[in-house]
């Protein structure tokens, strides 16, 4: 990295790095971020191979993309595509592979760019196998609503990948493209062979060991003995921290991979917490039960946490979600009193701050909360998403000034966020976040035109499934529209725009 930032010869450290990523069976968060930072410099054919492992292996963070591991596996696929703009690369099994990895590519739900990135290989795949007039005109559709939502392009740490850019590249290969030719990979996509986490640490632990090619021997020569790792991999035993913080060390572990065990963890009752968004709306009830059923046994805030969380998603599916209604009300007293009496929060707590705000009703006490709950937001980079905490924080407090047509009270805490784009601009290299203040706009036009706020707001939902390929809220619910209109009472027709 660092003869890479100073522009010296970094070529032997990248051959050093090539030469051991090459006979892995699977990368964990380590690997993959160095991967990222030799992709440019690597040949297409040994890029493609640590590709290939690449690929087996990114299904172990389908649930967990703080920003460090998200900007990685951009910039991994990002080059993927650059590659395929090579003079020398003619093979279509190559590049078919490639579209379909990204198609395939797991993704939260405010991964804006990932979900934009599958929905462009989509496309590219549709130019090459289907009907090139029609992929063509659907792509200048698609970048329309791209140009007009300002994610024409997508900044990554080092690069910028420009749609238009790699569309043009690309679709210019189509007449010299080898339909027949020589893959750089072992096999096409539908074959691969996704990487696994076993249900217990112990076999995972096999199943890195194999992997990363990494021997007993050599754990004993870093004081692992073979009698511990064997009762760790075949008994059921409890693992000292100090024992596994070493062996991390040796396994090339990060945190974030023990974070992507607990999710991948069939067994964890974590696992709701992990994956929200892949929980059927029609189970959150469900959810919110048993894990109070559980927190009755173990008293663990975990699992009261995890009711507290999934109680939320059962409000917001209400069939009048209104944030000054005293089921709301109620939720977000219960809320705050948990929160209060916690020393510090964490992500899992950082989830329910949000829902908290509900029960502010001074506007001074909301920014100073929003204030204090960013000072909570310790080491924000290891949270599974991006995430800005005034930005998240602030929207049910602007929701309910809306309905209570508060409009200084919105202005204030609007001040606020504007002052984020300053205080804190990596965020904003993110769509999600800067959409976010583009719907608090929409709200803003509530107080002078409903009809028009609300149209707006229903526009960005349609134009976000159209660049995405998913609807912004679960099952279609979109509660906050239904929660708007029901309060203004407003029906928007086709070219009527007048209040009702």
């Known amino acids: 990295m660092v003869a890479y930032k100073s522009d010296a010869d970094c070529k032997p450290d990248v051959t050093a790095l090539y030469d ?132 024409v392009e997508i900044k990554l740490t080092y690069d910028t990948l420009s749609f238009p850019g790699l569309w043009q590249a690309l679709t210019m290969k189509r007449s010299h493209m080898a339909v027949n030719g020589k893959s750089m990979f072992t096999t096409d996509y539908a074959h691969i062979q996704s990487a696994e986490l076993a249900d217990n640490f112990g076999d995972a632990l096999q199943i890195l060991l194999k992997g990363k090619r990494i021997t007993g021997s050599e754990l004993e020569e870093y004081g692992i003995t073979r009698s511990k790792l064997y009762r760790i991999m075949h008994q059921d035993v409890v693992i000292r921290l100090n024992d596994l913080f070493e062996m991390m060390t040796y396994l090339r572990l990060l945190p974030a991979d023990l974070t992507v065990f607990f999710f991948k963890n069939p067994t ?56 000054t209604s005293i089921v709301q009300l109620d939720l977000a007293r219960t809320i705050t009193d948990y929160l209060l009496k916690l020393d510090e929060w964490h992500e899992a707590e950082h989830r329910l701050v949000m829902y908290s705000f509900i029960d502010i009703d001074d506007v001074e006490m909301v920014i100073k909360r929003l204030r204090i709950a960013d000072e909570y937001m310790h080491h924000r980079n290891v949270f599974r998403a991006p995430i800005s905490s005034v930005l998240n924080n602030a929207e049910y407090s602007l929701l309910k000034a809306v309905i209570l047509n508060q409009r200084a009270d919105f202005d204030k805490i609007m001040t606020v966020v504007a002052g984020e784009r300053e205080r804190d601009p990596q965020i904003f290299h993110f769509a999600t976040w800067r959409w976010r203040v583009d719907v608090f706009d929409y709200y803003e036009m509530m107080f002078t035109n409903p009809a028009a706020g609300l149209a707006a707001f229903e526009t960005f939902v349609t134009d976000y499934q159209v660049l995405t390929g998913k609807p912004l809220f679960p099952k279609n619910r979109n ?20 209040t009702k």
């Open 479 to 498: 509660f906050i529209a239904d929660t708007l209109k029901h309060h203004f009472a407003t029906v928007l027709k086709e070219g009527d725009t007048s």
């Open 268 to 323: 964890s009752r974590a696992r709701e917490r992990f994956a929200a968004f892949l929980v059927d709306p029609t189970d959150y009830q469900t959810v919110v039960t048993e894990a109070l059923d559980h927190y009755e046994i173990s008293h663990s805030n975990a699992d009261y946490e995890t009711a507290l969380e999934f109680q939320v998603y059962v409000n917001q599916q209400l069939s009048d979600f209104d944030p």
């Open 20 to 151: 051991e990523l090459k006979n892995y069976r699977v990368f964990t968060f380590f690997e993959m971020q160095l991967f990222s930072l030799i992709a440019e410099s690597l040949t297409p054919k040994r890029f493609y191979r640590l590709y290939e492992i690449f690929v087996q292996s990114i299904g172990l963070f389908s649930g967990y993309m703080p920003m460090p591991i998200y900007l990685t596996i951009l910039r991994i696929h990002y080059y993927a595509l650059v590659h395929l703009t090579r003079p020398s690369l003619k093979s279509w099994p190559t590049m078919l592979f490639v579209l379909e990895a990204i198609e395939n590519q797991p993704a939260r739900p405010s991964n804006i760019e990932l979900f934009m990135l599958r929905e462009f290989a989509k496309m590219l795949k549709a130019y090459y196998t289907v009907d090139s007039p029609a992929a063509e005109q659907q792509f200048r559709s698609w970048l329309n609503v791209a140009i007009a939502r300002g994610v």
